[in-house]
Nanobody, 118 residues
Framework: QVQLVESGGGLVQPGGSLRLSCAAS????????MSWYRQAPGKERELVAG????????DYADSVKGRFTISRDNAKSTVYLQMNSLKPEDTAVYSC???????????WGKGTLVTVSS
């Protein structure tokens, strides 16, 4: 069955770094655009970063540009989010999403918690 499993979250001090991973299975990973979303307590879910199916194009929310980098390894069916210079406002549950617009298909992982605090 389809699975998206996030890992790499945790507690980090302001200014620190974390690398999130999302391992996919059960669908043709290389045919899907991948994105990272986050949802902070009491706030709506927001798009953080996205990457096209071939990895050739990336996009970022203004709030994370220059600090976060999304990448993917289609051979490993995994998407990553490198997060540097973390701020307390980056605290949220981070979830990965797989989307194939042509067939209107969307999959979600359960998320991993990132807490930025001293």
């Amino acid at each position: 069955q389809v699975q998206l499993v996030e890992s790499g979250g945790g507690l980090v001090q302001p200014g620190g770094s974390l690398r999130l991973s999302c391992a996919a299975s059960g669908f043709p990973f290389s045919a899907y655009a991948m994105s990272w979303y986050r949802q902070a307590p009491g706030k709506e879910r927001e798009l953080v970063a996205g990457v096209t199916s071939d990895g050739g194009t990336t996009d970022y929310a203004d709030s994370v540009k220059g600090r976060f980098t999304i990448s993917r390894d289609n051979a490993k069916s995994t998407v990553y989010l490198q997060m540097n210079s973390l701020k307390p406002e980056d605290t949220a549950v981070y979830s990965c999403n797989a989307e194939r617009k042509r067939i209107r298909t969307n999959y979600w992982g359960k998320g991993t918690l990132v807490t930025v605090s001293s």
